[in-house]
């Protein structure tokens, strides 16, 4: 089955830098990779996805970018703030079968 | 469109008891899938389900732990004989899960 990896797991930036977050998978049939962000005692919620036909995608602040042939994904915010500071988890999926997600990085930004 | 609801938020048993977890999937889902999330860890897959069918159980614990989705009313994760190690959050997220998954609200699950 799937397995994905995420590094770090705990980031501490500047406000104002940039942060970047990394993910690995091992399926090569995964074809959807989104990216969910959770704050203290919340709900994940998604920032944005990325498809394998796409090798880039950004939204403001937010761009993820996507590797297939070495099956790896990222995401990138620049000019943190310090509502940024969260939980970030990957994701992998294919299909309508079940999103399998990393362990997560707790990202803070330091004002 | 209230979104995927759970209930109760935070739920608090006894060893030895049972737990049950409700989650109303968004308006026009029909799957359901249920993660659990210990403290300072990851979202991890339990239990994948349709109206009336367990789809994808694999990530479920064989013993004390079952879900349902009834052709009405809520879908159910059950855990019978609570242990500590059962104290998480278990959230609900309701599908297709190769477009935006929807994550319910979570219940707290704490065992004492």
């Known amino acids: 089955g799937e397995n994905v990896e995420q590094h770090p797991s705990t980031l501490s930036v500047q406000e104002g830098d940039s942060a970047v977050i990394k993910c690995t998978y091992s399926d090569s049939a995964s074809n959807y990779f989104p990216w969910y962000k959770q704050e203290l005692g919340k709900r994940p919620q998604l920032i944005i996805d990325i498809r394998s036909n796409v090798g880039e995608k950004k939204d403001q602040r937010i761009a993820v970018t996507l590797n297939k042939t070495a099956k790896h994904f990222s995401l990138h915010i620049t000019e943190t703030q310090p509502e940024d500071s969260a939980v970030y988890f990957c994701a992998a999926g294919k299909g309508n079968t079940p999103l399998v997600f990393g362990k997560g990085t707790r990202l803070s930004v330091i004002a | 469109n209230a979104g995927v609801m759970q209930n109760p938020r935070h739920l608090v048993r006894r060893r030895g008891q049972e737990a049950r977890l409700r989650c109303s999937p968004m308006k026009g889902h029909s799957h359901v899938y249920w993660y659990r999330q210990l403290p300072e860890e990851g979202l991890k897959f339990m239990v994948y389900?349709?109206?009336?069918?367990?789809?994808?159980e694999s990530g479920m614990p064989k013993e004390r732990f079952s879900a349902e989705f009834p052709k009405e009313g809520p879908s159910i994760l059950r855990i019978q004989q609570v242990v500590r190690g059962d104290s998480a959050a278990y959230f609900c997220?309701?599908?297709?899960?190769?477009?935006?998954?929807?994550f319910g609200q979570g219940t707290r699950l704490t065992v004492v």
């Open positions: 997220a309701s599908g297709p899960m190769n477009t935006e998954a929807f």
């Open positions: 389900l349709q109206k009336e069918n367990i789809i994808d």
